[in-house]
């Protein structure tokens, strides 16, 4: 166990009011079970907290005992509890209902054993919720998975902190810098994250949140206002255009967002070398956009660069200039905070407009979600929150389907991904059933098919093999009778989706039209397999519990064969279609999600 006194420093400041703000820091970078956390370093932000007059304490590399010792501090009584700040860099697994953050002597966690190897979240939001102001969780991850016991995953999973705490989640590095915008006079939580793209908010959070109040207490000009300052500043450098402009940017704000354009921007101006890059041009154009700061500008940002750098910058900049604004009179300038000024002009985006007249309830939005995720879109939690990876998943859709790709929704697109998600349904159970009778061939399982599914993707097949033309045995007995030429082969390989039916075509045709597609797709099939094969290893199932999964199998009408405890070709059938049934990553093994989902508590060793 590394040494606690190596460690944890404790850092204090004097405050400059009654109030305490108080602020942890655990950067565990090295796991000794685990892949490293890059980025993980968060001294700069323990540094800017101290510097902030935050009573900080900060540690790295702890085990599960030290993290437990340095947010005891947050316990600590205080009569006028301040600001809240806990950042923590490292490993994190979960659950259904809970999060837990690991200590580097983590090895093999299970759900047992994830209270002793680490820290739930709920504890942490109780120790929190009393901030003043608010409280913000900055949560840090990195690469790589750790090897899990059963019931729980790697990752973040659900998070449902109380209302006086928000959250934030995203790559170590990004996490720590979020803490410092975050400290900046004036800078609200998505200001923080405007200039963070690849950071966001975890479940409900207070967006609007600033933790340390500008100075002057106006919010903004020169004399403090944090990152709407910096936006300001910006847009009257970018609006004059001159050398001088922008050098006066620079000495205001040497870091600032637009620091990395305005440098460009002067040597441009002053014949000075620019350096070349392959970002220069997006960048440029979020500056430019950022800086005009108008739906239209930002939409035809996002236009030229959907999936770019700063489009999630853009969007929840989008969701910003949607607020409705305080006060009244003329803007000046389109970041003005005095008195009498408004925030922005309040106009949302045509397809944000589109999508909110749509009504939809929490229940159809998550309905669409989990359709989304049926047709290959990764959308995470169907929760009916539609949040970035929704988004990411609803522009991908869009694109895929030859639409605009403005990731919110219209009607007419509602009822396609509905329509598309009940065709593939269908498929699946026609192959299925395909599966259990045409299949294995006779004329009483052929007529049984056709019976169902006159007009299914296998009719043909079927009343050809009825009318006994050659037979061409395929993968695991699968015929493919009557499947002649590069064409048709293929497309019963597509038909049938597995491993074996690629390597049956590349056996007929190892040149064919499809060779090198047909590879591709059988050995990324055969990758995640084997991936699915070590992690049911993994989980060291015992007879009696391979006994359960096969009773579970069958009273959910999945048909394993005979339960005796033999995971034989018959079990791996029937777990692939509890898998697609569930919406879960089909492998035909018993992964941890599969395992959760089929066994709950009982299969935990």
């Given amino acids: 166990m590394r040494l606690w006194s190596v460690a944890l420093i404790a850092l204090m400041a004097a405050l400059p009011a009654a109030a305490e703000n108080r602020g942890v820091v655990i950067d565990n970078g090295s796991y000794r079970n685990a892949p490293d956390v890059p980025g993980a370093d968060a001294s700069q932000a323990s540094d800017a907290m101290k510097g902030a007059g935050f009573r900080t304490v900060k540690g790295a590399n702890l085990s599960a005992e030290d993290i437990r010792k340095a947010l005891s501090d947050l316990s600590r009584p205080d009569d006028d509890p301040g600001v809240r700040i806990v950042l923590l860099n ?26 002793v190897q680490g820290v739930p979240l709920s504890s942490i939001f109780e120790l929190m919720k009393a901030g003043k102001p608010g409280s913000v969780l900055l949560l840090g991850t990195g690469g790589g998975r750790m090897n899990l016991g059963a019931g729980v995953q790697n990752g973040l999973g659900q998070i449902r902190p109380p209302s006086n705490v928000t959250v934030l989640s995203g790559p170590a590095t990004g996490v720590s810098l979020a803490a410092q915008d975050l400290l900046i006079p004036g800078t609200s939580i998505d200001e923080a994250l405007s ?20 100075r002057g207490g106006n919010g903004g000009g020169n004399d403090g206002g944090g990152l709407e300052a910096d936006r300001a500043a ?5 609006d004059a255009n001159s050398a001088n402009a922008y050098r006066e940017y620079l000495d205001k704000f040497p870091r600032g967002v637009y620091s990395a354009a305005a440098r460009e921007r002067l040597n441009r101006l002053t014949g000075e070398p620019v350096v070349s890059d392959n970002g220069a041009d997006e960048r440029d154009a979020w500056a430019h956009a950022a800086a005009v700061d108008t739906t239209a500008a930002l939409n035809e940002f996002l236009s030229k660069y959907p999936n770019g750098r700063y489009a999630d910058a853009a969007r929840r900049r ?3 200039l949607s607020r409705p604004a305080t006060g009244t009179g003329e803007t000046g ?52 929150i539609l949040g970035s990876r929704s988004r990411t998943a609803i522009g991908n859709w869009q694109r895929d389907a030859g639409l605009s790709r403005t990731t919110y929704l219209t009607g007419p697109q509602v009822n396609r991904i509905a329509e598309e998600a009940r065709r ?16 294995r061939g006779g004329e009483a399982n052929l007529r049984a098919y056709l019976q169902r599914y006159p007009n299914g993707a296998y009719a043909d097949q079927a009343r050809r093999m009825l009318r006994g033309d ?27 989706g597995t491993a074996g039916a690629y390597d049956a075509y590349l056996d007929k045709y190892p040149r064919g039209k499809y060779a090198r597609q047909a590879r591709q797709l059988r050995d990324n099939l055969n990758a995640g397999n084997e991936a699915a094969r070590r992690e049911e290893a993994s989980l060291g199932l015992n007879p009696s519990t391979r006994l359960m999964v096969e009773e579970r199998l069958q009273r959910a009408g999945m048909r394993p064969g005979p339960v005796d405890g033999q995971f034989t070709a018959q079990t791996r059938e029937a777990l692939r279609r509890y898998q697609m049934s569930r919406n879960l990553r089909v492998t035909g093994y018993v992964t941890q999600e599969t395992a959760i989902s089929l066994l709950a508590a009982s299969i935990l060793r």
């Fill in 470 to 496: 050659p037979v061409v045995e395929g993968p695991n007995g699968n015929a493919m009778q009557g499947v002649q030429g590069d064409e048709s082969t293929w497309r019963w390989a597509r038909q049938q």
């Fill in 234 to 238: 910006w847009a009257r450098a970018a």
């Fill in 90 to 115: 490292g490993r994190f697994v979960h659950n259904a209902t809970e999060t837990w953050f690991l200590g580097t002597d983590a090895k093999d966690t299970s759900l047992m054993q994830a209270g």
């Fill in 333 to 384: 300038y389109p970041f003005d905070r005095g008195p009498g000024k408004v925030t922005a002009p309040v106009v949302e985006s045509p397809a944000a407009v589109v999508e909110r007249n749509l009504g939809l309830s929490r229940d159809q939005r998550a309905a669409v979600q989990r359709q989304l995720s049926r047709l290959g879109y990764s959308v995470g939690q169907a929760d009916g």
């Fill in 318 to 320: 989008l969701q910003s």
């Fill in 195 to 214: 200039r963070r793209p690849a950071m966001g908010i975890q479940g409900d959070g207070n967006g609007r949140l600033v933790l340390i109040p500008a």
């Fill in 424 to 439: 593939l349904d269908a498929g699946n159970r026609d192959r299925d059933y395909w599966q259990q009778t045409g299949a």
